[in-house]
């Protein structure tokens, strides 16, 4: 049975970004699209070090995919097709291509999003039954608090400083 886990992190250029919420925005404030914008980018490199961190652990290869030319090929073509459709809106339909286009090569997938912390190393795929078919979870009543989230966060950033260190040494 072969396995992958990916993710996706597409840096909407700004002036691609959907500002929904520009008409009830203060003066002063940023816009929610362009504030999620910022933290990704700045916590980009954690975010991906927790999800790799996550497939080592249950021995699945992990696949980034980012905003790059296949990216850009695909948001043309589907932009041409689709004039009225955002950026944004074309990220998703390519979560669902790049979905698709791994499914040729792998029997399970599972996909995080970029902003998906994994604090746990029990292995999805050994306890959703995939043979079934499509596992979606709406886990609202399991959100984790932000004292627990930031607990784990700073343990990753001293594994993921200890990463730096190792490579230093080797």
């Not at 992190?9 to 959907?18: Q, R, S, V």
């Not at 203060?26 to 914008?37: H, M, V």
């Amino acid at each position: 049975m072969e396995r992958v886990i990916y993710s996706l992190y597409i840096d909407i250029p700004k002036e691609e970004l959907d500002f929904f919420d520009k008409n009830i925005i203060k003066k002063g404030q940023t816009s929610t699209n362009l504030n999620t914008k910022l933290k990704l980018k700045e916590n980009y490199t954690k975010l991906i070090a927790c999800k790799k961190w996550y497939a080592d652990q249950i021995g699945v290869p992990f696949k980034m995919f980012e905003y790059n030319k296949n990216f850009l090929l695909f948001q043309k073509e589907l932009q041409e097709k689709y004039p009225f459709i955002t950026t944004y809106n074309v990220v998703n339909f390519y979560k669902i291509h790049l979905l698709y286009e791994l499914s040729k090569q792998y029997d399970e997938i599972l996909y995080l999003d970029f902003d998906v912390i994994p604090l746990t190393t029990e292995n999805f795929f050994e306890q959703w039954k995939l043979e079934k078919g499509i596992a979606i979870l709406h886990n609202t009543k399991k959100v984790k608090e932000m004292k627990f989230i930031s607990k784990h966060l700073k343990q990753l950033e001293v594994l993921h400083q200890n990463i730096i260190m190792l490579k230093h040494c080797y």
